[in-house]
């Protein structure tokens, strides 16, 4: 027979002080994800050469070109500089995000939360 406010086979885990638990881990998750998508962070590649702001939210807000990689006659390699910033500012906005996000879940592995 369970205990009092336990499931059998859950060691007597009380159903309400989980789901509070959960609600306010929620709570916390919501607040932190509010706060992570205003952030801006600010990634670069080729040394600098082309620099990318983006948001938690992965909204670029800056993309910066030093004059001397305008190159008219190597378009290929100005190109391959911004796809370069803007993944590493992607992989950067996820890593920040699911950095704070499992300080909150304790590292639980939750597919799909955010």
Do not use: H
């Not at 002080?17 to 932190?32: A, D, L, Y």
């Not at 962070?41 to 702001?53: D, F, N, P, Q, R």
């Amino acid at each position: 027979m369970a205990k009092k406010g336990g499931f059998p086979g859950m060691g007597g885990v009380n159903m309400n002080n989980m789901m509070k638990q959960v609600q306010k881990m929620q709570k916390q998750m919501e607040e932190t994800q509010a706060q992570l998508e205003q952030k801006v962070l600010e990634t670069s590649a080729g040394g600098g050469a082309v620099s990318i702001k983006i948001t938690g939210k992965k909204e670029i807000v800056g993309i910066s070109i030093k004059p001397e990689v305008v190159d008219p006659d190597d378009v290929e390699m100005l190109e391959d500089l911004i796809m370069a910033a803007m993944n590493e500012a992607i992989r950067a906005a996820d890593d920040m995000m699911s950095s704070e996000m499992g300080k909150i879940t304790g590292k639980m592995n939750m597919p799909g939360l955010f």
